[in-house]
């Protein structure tokens, strides 16, 4: 990320930064994450969960309707009758196919 920013002309700061947003950099964490860091029931699986959810967030906020698909889906296995979430599964896929496909 940061090689690609700098071929394209983006400043040695300003590729720095883009290599942090997209990387999740495990040592740089709050003092209560930490310390649930440290505990038998915390563990790597929080601090992970902390460092994703920004990025989920701010791609949610960004393209709502490519996110609402995935949140849907999941709805639809948690919650509802499997044979409508595969169907709904395979409906995506087949739009994906038809969207990649159909020429610009």
Request: hydrophobic share 40%.
């Given at each position: 990320m940061y090689l690609r920013n700098r071929d394209f002309?983006?400043?040695?700061?300003?590729?720095?930064?883009?290599?942090?947003?997209?990387?999740?950099?495990?040592?740089?964490?709050?003092?209560?994450?930490?310390?649930?860091?440290?505990?038998?029931?915390?563990?790597?699986f929080i601090v992970f969960l902390y460092k994703a959810l920004p990025y989920i967030i701010r791609q949610a906020l960004k393209?709502?309707?490519?996110?609402?698909?995935?949140?849907l889906a999941v709805y639809l296995l948690t919650f509802s009758n499997w044979v409508l979430a595969v169907y709904f599964l395979i409906l995506v896929g087949w739009l994906a196919l038809v969207y990649a496909t159909t020429p610009r």
């Open positions: 002309g983006v400043s040695p700061r300003g590729s720095a930064a883009a290599a942090r947003r997209s990387l999740f950099d495990y040592s740089e964490v709050g003092t209560a994450i930490d310390w649930m860091q440290s505990r038998a029931w915390g563990g790597n393209h709502p309707v490519r996110f609402s698909k995935w949140v």
